[in-house]
Structures are given as C-alpha cells and as structure tokens.
C-alpha cells in the first residue's frame, strides 16, 4: 500500500517537533520526498536538527496564513500532513489564547491553504486522543463517542475535530467527491507517544532522559495516572497507512481514527517508570504531586479496533518494547552521540514484515 507515495509530493506541517521530525524520517527511509512548514526548533538539543536529512523546510509560523499559503502552493503537494500544534497540557492553562490560536486557527488556515491548491487530494489532520470527553472510565473511547476536553489543550483539540467535520460537510463533502472537488480528509486521534529526540518539558520520558543525562533524581508527578503508551512509529505508521488509502481515493477512510496500543497494554507512569529502568540502570526516580493544580486525566484508554479492522492496521511494538527503543536512544545520545533513528525505523519496517 505504501508503494503509492512513489512519485508523489508530501508536505508536513511541525516537521521540526518531535512527531514531525520522526514522520519525514519515516519518509526518508521509504525514499519519499517531503518539505516542511515549521517553526525553529524549540529546545536545544532537538531532533530535527540532529538527523541528517535534506529536504526544505519553511520557517515560519501556521498563524501566518499569507506564508502557508504561498508555501503550500510553491510546494505543489499530492498530500498534506497536519502536526504543528502547541500540544501540552500545563502550558495550555498558562497562555491558553496562543493555543487556540496555534491548534484551532492553524489548522483552519491549513484546510483553506489546501483548498487554494489544486494539487492536494488528501489531507491528514494530527489531533489527540484527549479530544473525547473524558469520563474517568475504564471504557475504551472510539471515534464516535462525545467530544469535550477538561484542559485548554484538550478542549483546542476537540474544537479542531468539529472544524474538521465541518470542513468536510461544507468544502469536501464526500457524496461530492470527484464531482465538486477532489479532496479527501481524515483526522487522527493518538496521545503518549514515546520515542528518542523528544526534549519538550513535563513529558514523561524525556524529564526522565534528561534528568539522568546529568546524574540527577527525576521527580514523576502521578504515578498512578494510566495512559495507552505507543512508541511514535506505531502511530505514525497509522497516519501513513490512512494518508496512502486516500490517497488511493478510497473515501470511506475520511473520517476520524484512533491509533493506540492495545487496551491490555495500557499501564500506569509507575509501571512505566520500572520497565524504563530495566534498559537503564542509571535512571533514579522519586514519586509525588506536581506542584500546581492543573488537573490532567487520570484514566484514558483509546478503541483501536476501527483501525485494525478497516485500515489493516495494528500496534507491531507493545508497551514494553516502546519504552526500550525509546530509553535505548537516549541512553545512546547521551553516552556517545548516536542516533538511533534510522535504526529505530529500519527495525519496525521488519517487524512490519514478520
């Protein structure tokens, strides 16, 4: 299926972030050429600079619509995917306007960008899971269940899935397919993503990489908080999969997705943490509360069985091996300067084949 990316142009929106940046090296190693629209680098190290990788990358931001525009059209993109975003929760509750901005004013100024160019005939739109309104239950949530978000972040994000259904209704109707436009659009719900080359602060992980980088303690708030953990190749495998199927002009994929690890897979920060220091025996971690009162969801669990039954595909890496492959790469970078990401993807391309 992935063979239809040959000889087509991709365009990426947050190719400097992290899930960006992993996603055109995603490319890269299938011989697919992409360009990048992005701000600079926020942290320092920073994964998109570390790979060696040349393709042209558009610094500027997505509020600036004129720019995006311009640069989508000089792009001349077959397909479009959306991951720019401000997308943590704490920093949401202390400029929340930035990420409204940022979430739902980007991506509408992506939709009319990809309207304007006649090139684009598919459209993936990058959200979270954290769009559902989260009950505390133990229920896996599936794509049609009730949109809310407790937190900025979260509530962005859902803001961005209506706009999304909207502009499908409205500008890409599919009973309209290839009669009044030929254009399809999917959205895609996944939230914990792991992998090496994520520095952004209060993200499991990476404060725990960073802290032992320098031989500190790593103080973990919520260790009883349950997530559905996936390393980021498995999610973006999925964006892959759903981008190439429309692609393929197959229009029963443009529609809203969930991409998650199994629901037996899912496990607390606790339990997370023990299975990180089992690849690195350096890490040492001390539980307790943050130090504010922004609430974060205790339990989300996503349903990923649409996928795996409509779109052929499922999770290659359960929890366990994500959370190796991730603290194997930092543990790399930190001792020696490797970068294990080109590893990282040729070993799940064959775990793709087995």
């Not at 990401?341 to 040729?346: E, F, H, P």
């Amino acid at each position: 299926m992935l063979e239809i990316y040959q000889h087509k142009k991709v365009f990426i929106t947050g190719n400097t972030g992290f899930k960006g940046s992993w996603l055109s090296a995603f490319f890269h190693k299938l011989n697919v050429g992409v360009e990048g629209y992005a701000l600079a680098p926020e942290t320092e190290p920073n994964h998109f600079s570390l790979l060696d990788i040349d393709y042209k990358t558009t610094i500027a931001n997505i509020l600036d619509k004129e720019m995006l525009t311009s640069a989508i059209s000089k792009a001349q993109p077959d397909i479009i995917f959306h991951l720019a975003a401000q997308a943590l929760v704490r920093p949401s509750y202390i400029d929340p306007v930035n990420t409204y901005q940022t979430n739902v004013i980007g991506t509408l100024n992506v939709l009319e960008a990809a309207r304007k160019c006649k090139t684009v005939k598919a459209i993936v739109l990058i959200t979270t899971d954290k769009v559902y309104e989260n009950k505390e239950w133990e229920k896996p949530y599936s794509e049609t269940d009730e949109l809310g978000g407790y937190d900025m972040y979260s509530s962005s994000k859902a803001c961005c899935e209506i706009l999304i259904r909207s502009y499908r209704n409205s500008f890409f109707n599919i009973d309209d397919y290839k009669v009044k436009h030929d254009v399809l659009i999917a959205s895609a719900r996944a939230g914990n993503v792991i992998g090496g080359g994520d520095w952004s602060a209060d993200r499991l992980i990476p404060d725990i990489a960073a802290a032992t980088a320098i031989h500190k303690k790593v103080q973990i708030r919520n260790p009883k908080s349950v997530r559905p953990w996936q390393h980021v190749l498995d999610c973006l495998y999925g964006y892959i999969l759903l981008g190439a199927r429309l692609l393929n002009e197959e229009k029963q994929f443009a529609e809203a997705w969930n991409f998650s690890p199994y629901s037996s897979e899912v496990k607390n920060v606790e339990e997370i943490t023990i299975i990180a220091k089992q690849s690195w025996e350096n890490i040492d971690i001390e539980f307790g509360k943050p130090p504010d009162n922004f609430h974060e969801a205790g339990l989300l669990i996503l349903d990923n069985s649409k996928a795996i039954s409509k779109l052929q595909w499922k999770p290659v890496w359960d929890t366990k091996e994500a959370v190796k492959k991730t603290i194997e790469w930092y543990k790399a970078y930190c001792q020696d300067n490797s970068i294990l990401t080109g590893d990282n993807i040729a070993d799940y391309l064959k775990s793709i084949k087995q």
